[in-house]
């Protein structure tokens, strides 16, 4: 079993920058692929950004050149570093924990999510 927990959420103004970080504990994600998606109210769940355990990055289009997505398995943590925010990036932001890179929300394990708030 994974347990995952999300931090650095938060309220920013658009155009500003922050950095999330997923910690893992109950097993190595060295083995994983690990993925963020999010929630914005009144919305569907979406995929954001997922890591391969081998590295393969895979954005979605609507944060491509703004967002990136880093692990390290030494620290059991994967990293999503947001810049340029937008308000519409506002939402709640999940870690999730799959053998398999995908985009859907078919991850084994979830966290609980951090808020992110960009105001305008």
């Known amino acids: 079993h994974v347990e995952l927990v999300e931090s650095g959420g938060g309220l920013v103004q658009a155009g500003g920058s922050l950095r999330l970080s997923c910690a893992a504990s109950?097993?190595?994600?060295?083995?994983?692929?690990m993925g963020w998606f999010r929630q914005a109210p009144g919305k569907e769940r979406e995929f954001v950004a997922a890591?391969?355990?081998?590295?393969?990055?895979d954005l979605a289009d609507s944060v491509k050149g703004r967002f990136s997505i880093s692990r390290d398995n030494g620290k059991n943590t994967v990293n999503l570093e947001m810049n340029s925010l937008k308000p519409e990036d506002t939402g709640a932001y999940y870690c999730?924990?799959?053998?398999?890179?995908?985009?859907?929300?078919?991850?084994?394990?979830w966290g609980q999510g951090t808020q992110v708030t960009v105001s305008s």
């Open positions: 109950g097993r190595t994600i060295a083995g994983y692929a």
């Open positions: 890591i391969g355990w081998s590295g393969t990055r």
């Open positions: 999730a924990a799959d053998r398999r890179l995908k985009q859907n929300e078919n991850y084994e394990y």
